[in-house]
C-alpha cells in the first residue's frame, strides 16, 4: 500500500504541475480563451476518479466466527462492538482517515413501519390495524395494539428451531426502543456523527440491540493504521442468519466487493452453513475472489498438532467447493490482545500471558496475520489499484505530448510572415477537417454496434428470466409447486381461534420457504448472470473498438505527413494507446447502480383471508352433513382440508406474482443498469479517444490576426513558450518515470 500511495501522489502532483504550467503560460503570452479547457477538463477528471477510487474488502462468515474480533485485530483496536444479535441487518464500513470518526445512519419511519408490518405478517394470528390505516409505530393506539399483540403470543410462537422467534423479537426490540428513539427518527435517513472523544459514544446505539434495529448503516474512521483512505474493510451480518432479507443484503455489498474475506471458527470448522454460502460464492461467480481466515481460539486445542489437524480438514474440504483456496490461520483474540496489551483487564492480561508460553500457537497466529496482511496488500494494489494508475498516468501522457504539439505550432507560427502564416493556417484548417471526421465517424460507429451489444445483452437476460424456457423462473416455480406441507399438524387443537394461528403459521413457513429459495438459489444466479454480461460487455467493447487505436494513429500519421509538407516539423509523436476500460469509475460518473438483489424478496402474498372463508365454507358444509345425518368430520381434518385448498390458491398467486415480480426485475436489470452502463463505457472510451486528438484540433480561426498583434513582444512570446517547452518536456519525463514504476 506504500509504494501504490506514493505513486498516487506522483500522477496527483503531476496534475498540479499540469495545471501550473497553463496558468503560467497564460500569463506570459497572448492564449485564446478555453485553449487549455480540454486538458484541464481531462486533469480533472483523474483527480476526481482518484479521490473515487476504492477497494471494498467483505469479511463475512456465520454468527460467533469471530469477524468483528478479526476486524478489530487489523485495526489494532476494539472498534467494533456490536450486541445487536441476529434481528439486524447492519454492515459496518470501516476506513482508515486522520480521526477517529462514526457516521451512523438511521432508517426512516416508512422503513420502519414496512419492516414492523413484514415481520407480523410472518406471526401467525397477528393483524397489525387499527381501523383501516396501516400500521404506524409512531401512534399510541398502533404501539399499544402492537403491545397486545406481543403479549397474547404464545411460547410455541416465540420459540422456533429452539431458538428465539426472528420476527417476534424485532417487534419487541422495536418498540422497547420507540421511546428513546421517537426524536431522532425522521421522515428521511437521518445521519448523527461521533468523533474524536465522542466515538465510543456511537456504541450507545450498534451494541444495545433495541436501539440497533432503528440503524440502517455504519461507517467509521480508524486512525491507528496506514492503510489508503480509499480501501473499505466491511463487517457483514452473519452468512447464516435466518432471516433470508439479510443474506440478500450481504449479497448486494459483495455485487460491489473487490475481495472477499470468509472468516471460519476452528470451534466449528466447515458446517453446512458454510458449505450453502460458499456454494452461492461460486454461483454469483466470485469465488476466486475469496481468502480465507481459520480463526482459532487457543483454549480449544489441546496442542498445536491438533489445531494444525482441524485447519489441514478445513482446507481439504474448502478445496472440494474453491480450487486451492488461500488459507490463513490466525487467533483473532490474540492478535487484538497483543495490540492492546497495556490496556487490558488484568484477567485478559493473564490470558495473553500464558498464550505467549505457548509458544507455536503465538508463532502460528503472528505467521498467519502477517501473510494474511501481505496478501491482501498484494491484492490492493496488484491487482486493482495499479491498473487504474496506470490509465491515470497514460491520459496524462498524451496530454504531455499534445502541449508539445501546441508549442511546436505556435513557435512555428510566430517564425513566419503573415501571408506564409495564412497558408499553413489554411492547410492545417483542411487537416483538421480531416480529423474531425474521424472523430464523428468513431463516434458514430460506436453508437452503431453499441445497439448490437444492447441487443445481445437483451436476448441473453430476456432468455435467463423467460418464463417458459427458461431456466431461473422455472425452478422458482418448480419450488412453489412441490412446497407440500404436513397440514395436519397445524390445525389439531379445539381452542378457538386455533385456525387463525394454523393459517398464519403454514403463511409463514411458505414464507420463509420461498424467500430462503430466492436468497440461497435465486439471488446468485442473476448475481453471476450479471458478471458474466458485464465480462462480455468489456470484451465486445474492446473487440469493436480496437481497430479505432490503428484509425487515430494512422489519421495521426496522415496529418503529420501534411503538415510537414507544409514545412511545419512536429518532431517525435508516440503511438496513441488507449487506457483499460473502467467499470467501476463508468459506474460512478453515469450514477448507475446495480438493481438490489434485495427487491427480489419485496413480493407480497394473498393467503389468509382465502384459506379463512374455505375453512367457513367447509365448516357450514360439515354442519349441513351432520343435519342430514351424515358422517361428520372433526375440526383437525376440516383445517387440514382448509389449509391444503388454501395453499393450492397460494401456490398459484405465488407463481403469479413472483412471475410479474421477475419480470419487473429483469426490465429494470437490462434498462437501468446494462443499457446505461453500455452507453457509459461507450463515453469513457471515446472520451479517451478524444483526448488523443485535442492537440489537433485546436481553434485555429484568427490565429494569425494574433500572431500579429503579438508584435514587439514576439521574442518575450518565443522565450515563454521555450519556458513552457522545457516544462512540458519535464513533465513528459515524470509521468514516463510513473508509467515505468507502474509496469
Known sequence: MKRYKELKEEILKAGRDFRTLFAEAAKAMPIPSGTFDPWHKTLDGIDRQIEDESFRVAVVGPIKSGKSTFVNSLFKGDYLKRGAGVVTSIVTRIHCGDTLAAELTFKSWDEINREISQAAELLPGIELKVGDAPFDLRKEAHRAELATVLEGLSRDLLITDDARNVHAVLLTLYLKGYERMEGLIGPDGVIRHFEGDDFASHRDYSGDEVLA?????????IDTVSWDPSVEIADCQGSDSPNPLHLSMIQDYLVYADLLVYVISSRTGLRRADIRFLTMIREMGIAE????????????????????????????????????????????????????????????QMRLEQWRLEDAFSQASLSGM?????????????????????NHAERQMVIAGGVKQWITLNREMLSRDRDSASRLVSGLMHQQEKM???????????????????????????????????????????????YSPDYERYGTSEEEGAFIKAMGAVHRDFRQSVDRFLAEQVNPRIIGLSKELEETLRRDLDRIT?????????????????VESLGLMLGDQR????????????RKMAGIHFPSVSTVLDYSLRVRAEAMLRFGAYHILNFVRQLLKKPGQGRPELCAKALTDGMNR??????????????????????????????????????????????????????????EETGNDKEAVLEALGEMEKGAMRLFRQVDQIKMMLE
Open 575 to 586: 503511438s496513441h494507446s488507449l487506457p483499460e476500460m473502467d467499470m467501476e469509475t463508468a
Open 546 to 562: 480496437s481497430p479505432y487505436g490503428l484509425m487515430i494513429n494512422d489519421s495521426l500519421g496522415d496529418y503529420r505527413q501534411a
Open 289 to 348: 475472489n475469496t481468502t480465507f481466515v481459520v480463526n482459532c481460539d487457543f483454549s480449544e486445542h489441546e496442542s498445536m498438532e491438533n489445531m494444525e489437524s482441524i485447519v489441514a480438514k478445513i482446507t481439504e474440504e474448502l478445496s472440494l467447493l474453491i480450487p486451492d483456496p488461500e488459507v490463513h490461520t490466525v487467533s483473532a483474540l490474540y492478535q487484538l490482545f497483543t495490540a492492546l496489551e497495556t490496556t487490558l483487564p488484568r484477567r485478559d
Open 213 to 221: 434495529v432503528y440503524l440502517k448503516d455504519i461507517c467509521l474512521t
Open 436 to 482: 474531425a471526421h474521424v472523430k464523428t465517424m468513431i463516434r458514430s460507429t460506436l453508437d452503431g454496434a453499441l445497439k448490437k451489444v444492447k441487443g445481445d445483452i437483451s436476448g441473453t437476460v430476456d432468455r435467463f428470466f423467460d418464463g417458459s424456457r427458461g431456466p431461473l423462473v422455472a425452478d422458482v416455480t418448480n419450488h412453489i409447486r412441490n
Open 370 to 390: 502477517e501473510g494474511f496482511t501481505q496478501a491482501l496488500e498484494s491484492k490492493l494494489t496488484l491487482q486493482k489499484y495499479f491498473i487504474a494508475l496506470n
Open 650 to 707: 397460494t401456490r398459484k398467486e405465488a407463481v403469479d406474482t413472483l412471475e410479474q415480480h421477475l419480470r419487473t426485475y429483469k426490465e429494470n436489470l437490462k434498462f437501468h443498469y446494462f443499457y446505461k452502463l453500455a452507453d457509459a463505457l461507450a463515453d469513457q472510451l471515446f472520451e479517451y479517444y478524444a483526448e488523443g486528438f485535442h492537440a489537433y484540433l485546436g481553434e485555429l480561426d484568427g490565429l494569425t490576426h494574433r500572431i
